[in-house]
């Protein structure tokens, strides 16, 4: 197992333990340790997206850093190398409406009370249920990914 792949499967199960911890507090959308839990999350699940894009990268040779996963899809391309499963995860993440694309692009609200300002949130706030639901999916979609890599 490489070293991405522990990294994939740690992070969705860090945040598989954080819903459960969330969940077992009750705690609104939009609280002070409401908003902390999500912002949490958010992070766990970027982690995993960013180390299962880093796994399927190395599984086609490719040993650059995964910081971008545009510029690895076109460095493999200039090395006449493709990834049916990196192409199908920068689709995703490039549908607007999309939840691999909503996922990396939420953003936790929080009110600065000195001047009023807030962050933007995706959909008005992030609850237990969505992260829920982009965990659910990334670990589906991590599972079948492999799956797929495993093929070539």
């Known amino acids: ?76 391309a200039a090395q006449g190398q493709t990834s049916p499963e990196l192409m199908e995860l920068l689709s995703l993440a490039q549908a607007p409406r999309g939840w691999l694309s909503q996922m990396l692009h939420a953003r936790v609200r929080y009110e600065d009370t000195a001047s009023g300002a807030l962050t933007i949130a995706v ?9 829920r639901d982009w965990h659910r999916h990334l670990s589906q979609l991590a599972a079948r990914l492999r799956e797929s890599s495993a093929h070539w």
């Open 1 to 76: 197992m490489s070293d991405s792949t522990k990294v994939t499967n740690r992070s969705l199960h860090q945040v598989w333990l954080m819903l459960e911890q969330w969940s077992s507090l009750d705690l609104k959308s939009g609280s002070p340790l409401g908003n902390a839990f999500a912002e949490a999350l958010l992070c766990l699940l970027n982690r995993a997206f960013n180390a299962l894009c880093a796994e399927l990268a190395a599984g086609c040779g490719y040993r650059g850093e995964c910081a971008q996963l545009e510029q690895v899809c076109a460095e493999l």
């Open 123 to 131: 959909g008005g706030g992030l609850d237990a249920e969505q992260c």
